[in-house]
Structures are given as C-alpha cells and as structure tokens.
C-alpha cells in the first residue's frame, strides 16, 4: 500500500493519475490530510483509502509520499519516526527545496528518500518530474518512483546537485510559458481575433511545437530555419524577437529562479 501525508492540488493530481494509468489498486492508494474534506473528495472520486492520522500511514504502507508544506515536513517525519524506524517505509518527498541529506536529518534512523520535484502540468497528466535517492534507496525503489511519476508525466532521473537548475527549468517554466502563450493570444485580440480563439490557437501551437521538438531528431535552430522563408513573414518575427532580447529576457529569466532556488 502506497500512503500520502497530505492531499492538496499536487498530491491530488499524482492520485488521479496513478488511479487513471491503473498503476496499483485504487484502494491500495491511503491518503491523510488534517482537512478531511480534501480525503472524502479524493475517496468519492478515486476510491481511495482514507485514513485517520500520519501515523496510521506510517503504520500501515510500506512507501509514502510526503506531499505537505516544505515549513512542515520536519515536524510531520518527526511524528511518525518511531514508527517509520520499524517499518524502515520508502519516502517519496515532493516538497520544494528540501534535500535528500534535510530528510535524513528529520528521522532517527537511515532513512530512504527519493526527493520528487514535478511541475504544475500534473494537474492534467503533463508534468516533468525530476528525482534522485539516497545511496540506499534499492533500484527496485527507484524503478517504482520513476514508475510513480509517468502516470503523471515524464520521469527524468538527475543528480540532485542539478536540482536548482531542474526546478528553474522543468518547475518555474510552466509560468513563463503560460506568459507567452497569453502574449500571443493578446496580440492576436489587438488585431481582432477573440481572445477564447486566440488562447487555443496559440496553445495548440506552443503544444504541437514541444511534441516537435520531442520527437524529431533535429535541434530546435534547424526547425525554426525550416520555419523561416527568405524574407517571409516568421524571419521578420524571428528578427524582431531577437533584436527585443527574448532569448536573454528567458535565460536571465531562468537564471533569476535559479539563483533564487539556491537562496532558499
């Protein structure tokens, strides 16, 4: 049985999706959260299992995500270290910012952590997720947590020294990118198209451009050349892009987050 200590928008999509992909029994997913409502609602449309308390978890899954506030982690590993220290459970951390060798320091014992970031696009199946163990985390574990986050997305392994630039690049970018996908749309409205339309033509757009990119084997310069007529309209766009700096307006961009992530 797999157990999640929290139920809030993250740890309610990962549900959904374990629950779409058929990865284990609905009823084998446990979930607890103080907010009760949060369970029930998962319950009524999962058909999960919900339990009472963190240490009912703890008790009862031999893996368990932690899917709380990073300010409180410390304090919800600290109620269930006893119990955790018999079970010897494999945690699934998704909290922001919070290390391998920071959840080891919140148990009494060797602990094994897989740390987890996924991004927003879990809410719709469509998240890229890095994550990383410690040395003792079994490869059979691993296998599980990376199998864990396909059903919601992509599962990139990565060294967790990476982690930073990972959370700039796979965590910050959705917000940048929803920021482009509505200047698009409002430059269309400024020339008369309806905003709606306009939203799902420049949606469609950036979605059919990341699947290029995905699946050709070509690098992005090359598809934007193949894009680009002699002296048509997109190398005029192309140029007036480039002489506005958007490429160093999103580098600096990443840059800002990554700083910030180290900061914190």
């Known amino acids: 049985m797999i157990g999640f200590i929290g139920a809030g928008n993250m740890a309610s999509a990962i549900i959904a999706g374990m629950c779409r992909a058929d990865f284990i029994k609905n009823t084998d997913i446990a979930a607890f959260d103080p907010d009760r409502t949060k369970t029930d609602s998962l319950a009524e ?11 009912e978890i703890a008790e009862r899954c031999e893996k368990i995500v932690l899917a709380v506030k990073p300010n409180v982690i410390a304090s919800v590993l600290s109620d269930i270290d006893s119990i955790a220290k018999e079970k010897n459970p494999l945690f699934i951390s998704i909290a922001a910012g919070k290390t391998t060798e ?4 919140c148990v009494s014992f060797e602990g094994k952590f897989v740390r987890v970031m996924p ?3 879990a809410l719709v199946g469509a998240a ?9 985390v079994s490869d059979e574990d691993m296998s599980f947590a990376e199998k864990l986050c396909e059903c919601f997305g992509a599962a990139v392994k990565i ?9 700039a690049i796979g965590g910050c970018s959705p917000a940048f990118t929803y920021m482009y996908i509505d200047a698009l749309a409002r430059a269309a409205v400024k020339n008369g198209m309806p905003k709606a339309q306009a939203l799902e033509v420049a ?11 995905l699946e050709s084997a070509e690098h992005p310069w090359t598809l934007v050349d193949r894009v680009c007529s002699p002296g048509g309209t997109t190398i005029e766009g192309v140029a007036s892009l480039q002489k506005d700096g958007f490429e160093a307006a ?4 990443v840059e800002a987050s990554y700083n910030k992530d180290k900061k914190v």
């Open 45 to 55: 449309s999962c058909g999960i299992t919900v339990m009472s308390s963190a240490a």
């Open 102 to 105: 920071y959840l080891r320091s």
């Open 119 to 121: 991004n927003i696009n």
């Open 128 to 136: 890229v997720s890095g994550l990383c163990g410690t040395e003792n």
């Open 159 to 167: 060294d967790e020294k990476l982690f930073p630039i990972f959370s």
């Open 203 to 213: 949606a469609q757009s950036v979605l059919g451009s990341a699947k290029t990119v």
């Open 250 to 253: 999103v580098m600096n961009a």
